[in-house]
């Protein structure tokens, strides 16, 4: 039987996340069309959050969306079932010019931990693309999940 992580740890590592994101943040740099960039004019918005029309509500809302789907997607790996570790992963993935997530990769962590955060960002949902000189762009991001497990 696989228990979901804490949740309050969960929400504080993925609040630390959207704080972290704009610290990656390029502006100002062009790059060719077949590379992701990490801060885009208009960032990649999560389906469902396209609504919004200020640009920072855009942005709160997909980063509650990702939140929300890492919460109740995340799974503690089977194999550590009885065991108790705490761990951070730091998953980058890129939002292409289609609005899909591809290119996930671990970038930190324990490799017990890979398969599940793995998992997790490849079932995001679909986003609007990023929009950079008014062109379809690939994003690039980096994403902190944390794998706790009480008692």
């Known amino acids: 039987m696989m228990r979901k992580p804490n949740l309050p740890l969960a929400g504080l590592c993925l609040c630390m996340l959207f704080a972290s994101l704009s610290a990656f943040a390029q502006s100002g740099t062009k790059t060719p069309t077949n590379e992701a960039i990490k801060n885009a004019e208009v960032m990649p918005v999560m389906l469902g959050c396209e609504h919004e029309v200020a640009l920072e509500k855009r942005k709160s809302c997909t ?3 990702i939140m929300s789907h890492v919460i109740q997607e995340l799974k503690y790996p089977e194999s550590l079932q009885d065991q108790m570790f705490d761990e951070t992963v730091i998953v980058e ?3 292409n010019t289609k609005g899909q997530v591809s290119g996930a990769k671990i ?5 017990v931990f890979h398969e599940s955060a793995l998992e997790v960002i490849q079932t995001l949902p679909a986003f609007t693309p990023g929009i950079d000189q008014g062109k379809a762009v690939s994003v690039k991001y980096a994403l902190p999940i944390r794998f706790s497990r009480s008692e």
Not at 107 to 111: A, H, L, V
């Open 107 to 111: 970038i930190r962590g324990s490799d």
């Open 93 to 95: 993935f890129i939002v």
């Open 63 to 65: 980063n509650d969306a």
